[in-house]
């Protein structure tokens, strides 16, 4: 696995929730995954529980049935701005990132707001193809605040 | 000039203007007012905060050790909570009694004692001014004079109680015993979950919420709206018809349980009659969980209640949907804003199976839970929606105009209770 195959699966991660394409999303996941957002508070204190805590690729699909046939919110959408990913060795599990991020919440009367910066700590494996798929990302939001709500995954 | 020898004004106390209407009688309206003036939040930090009532600080298991210490707020106010080394919890002001500046800056940590950075005063972890620095000056000169006294002098404390791990704090000498605000059947409520047990917590987060913070503890009162704007379960047809529950509304009004229990005797009935499926389930739509197993909880109070979600006056709540826990603190930070704290938590004896449920189950909850984000808008939606409407009122009729307990969850009696403890609080 490349730097550039993180790097483009990373773009697309981004523009896959930017542009409403929900459904895609946990195809960036293997089937076992773990997916959860945090704060770098409770990251730094071990507390394991999440605002979103996801151990399979069928509770992401889950969670995007939620947002479009169940949940109520206001209409909005986000706009990831991704810094570079730093790379460490490769090893038995697959290849591990960190990568920082920030996002913008752009609500339906447009107003648009810094909603969350953070990092993504991120553990990639290649599937049968070669393409990398997300084993587990925890997205550690710095701040311990959400303002709102948060609907649409980060 | 105000003329001094007039007498006060006919105003409610503490309003700075009359009310845009007077408030109706009874308990079936509430004029939009009260979650817009300044004024009234002013006057709830007097006497809603600091009056009459207990109020939520931390856990017990927060401040284990004697000097842990947690930076929390009653009301708006900073208060210390802190555990000395005769194994008592002591709760005061996070204020410096020389400049007033906070003495604390961390959220939560370990101290023998506290220092204010910005003169040196220090303080022992009951509060009491215990040093000042250059008291006696500098080679004679300067210092505080001889009639200083440190033991005139410290932080507003609280007292404080524990009831099963959690600790409260009040800033008036007159509140009754916290058993007693609490009443019978609330202390019985909490023993449920949290009695003889260890706490752990597995996760904090806090949601702030775009509207006032009586808009939140209304929300968290009302039984009736759960079905019809929290649709999760309906969609994904996990309502159960055999689920029996009710609402228990505290002598005060101020405090509430809600909760739903499987109702084992119709379930037993469903299965023999061999329609366990068509009793179950509503069948309305197609949609099924890919991953069913965020619900396959455990009874582990072994009575069958799925969910209680118990409220104390003014902003304590103690949840349990399924086996999601969490305690959530509701904190005003002016008349639109507010801070929900929230504090996941587990037992110290919970096997790796139920806390690996706790942790998938709290997806059900908080900012983006499939059953609790909606509360996390629906405030500002009603902010936004009652601006200009200040002289309206909203409607409370839902269940009939009292605020007692009832075996129905289709009512508002426990909003109404809110409304009785608070109004007899403000004098609104």
Request: glycine letters at 10%; hydrophobic letters at 40%.
């Amino acid at each position: 696995m490349q730097i550039t195959d993180i790097i483009a699966a990373q773009a697309r991660y981004a523009r896959c929730i930017d542009t409403d394409q929900l459904e895609a999303w946990p195809g960036f996941f293997t089937e076992d995954c773990l997916y959860r957002i945090t704060t770098a508070e409770n990251h730094r204190l071990g507390y394991a529980a999440g605002i979103i805590w996801a151990d399979s690729r069928g509770m992401l699909e889950d969670r995007v049935a939620a947002l479009r046939e169940a949940n109520i919110y206001e209409r909005h959408s986000y706009r990831h701005i991704l810094g570079l990913p730093l790379l460490e060795d490769e090893g038995p599990e697959g290849v591990r990132s960190e990568t920082p991020f920030l996002v913008a919440r752009i609500m339906r009367d447009g107003a648009t707001d810094l909603f969350a910066t953070g990092r993504y700590l991120d553990l990639w494996r290649a599937d049968e193809a070669g393409a990398p798929k997300l084993a587990e990302r925890i997205v550690v939001c710095d701040s311990s605040r959400t303002d709102t709500l948060l609907a649409l995954p980060l | 000039m105000p003329d001094h020898n007039l007498p006060e004004t006919a105003l409610p106390h503490g309003l700075t203007a009359p009310p845009e209407v007077p408030w109706p009688e009874g308990l079936t309206r509430v004029p939009y007012w009260v979650f817009q003036r300044e004024d009234v939040a002013a006057l709830e930090q007097t006497h809603v905060f600091r009056g009459e009532t207990w109020n939520y600080l931390c856990l017990e298991a927060e401040i284990a050790k004697p000097g842990d210490y947690r930076a929390t707020t009653l009301g708006g106010v900073p208060i210390l909570a802190v555990r000395d080394h005769d194994g008592e919890i002591y709760a005061f002001e996070n204020r410096c009694v020389h400049r007033g500046a906070l003495i604390a800056l961390e959220d939560f940590g370990h101290a023998r004692e506290f220092t204010c950075v910005y003169h040196a005063w220090s303080y022992d972890l009951q509060g009491n001014l215990k040093g000042v620095a250059f008291k006696d000056g500098i080679n004679g000169q300067g210092g505080m004079p001889e009639c200083f006294r440190m033991s005139e002098h410290s932080p507003r404390k609280l007292r404080t109680a524990v009831v099963h791990g959690l600790v409260f704090a009040s800033a008036s000498d007159t509140v009754p015993p916290i058993e007693e605000y609490l009443g019978d059947e609330i202390m019985e409520r909490i023993d449920r979950v949290l009695g003889g047990r260890e706490v752990e917590v597995i996760g904090r987060f806090t949601q702030e919420l775009p509207n006032n913070w009586k808009l939140y503890v209304e929300n968290v009162r009302d039984s009736y709206h759960a079905s019809l704007l929290h649709l999760f379960f309906t969609t994904f047809e996990l309502n159960r018809l055999n689920m029996k529950g009710g609402l228990i509304v505290s002598e005060s009004g101020g405090n509430h349980v809600s909760y739903s229990a499987i109702d084992r005797e119709a379930e037993a009935k469903a299965k023999a009659a061999n329609d366990y499926a068509a009793q179950n389930i509503r069948s309305e739509s197609d949609y099924r969980l890919k991953d069913p197993s965020v619900l396959e909880g455990q009874d582990e109070f072994g009575d069958g209640v799925t969910l209680q979600i118990l409220s104390v006056f003014p902003g304590f709540v103690l949840q349990q949907i399924q086996n999601a826990l969490a305690i959530r603190q509701v904190v005003p930070r002016g008349v639109g804003r507010t801070d929900l704290h929230w504090t996941y938590i587990g037992f110290k004896d919970d096997t790796p199976e139920l806390r690996k449920m706790r942790l998938k189950q709290g997806n059900l909850v908080g900012p983006a839970g499939y059953v609790s984000m909606e509360d996390g808008c629906v405030g500002g939606f009603v902010q936004r929606g009652v601006v200009g409407a200040s002289d309206r009122h909203a409607v409370l009729e839902m269940g009939g105009a009292d605020a007692s307990s009832t075996r129905t969850r289709a009512t508002e009696a426990s909003v109404r209770g809110f409304w009785k403890a608070y109004r007899e609080c403000t004098g609104l």
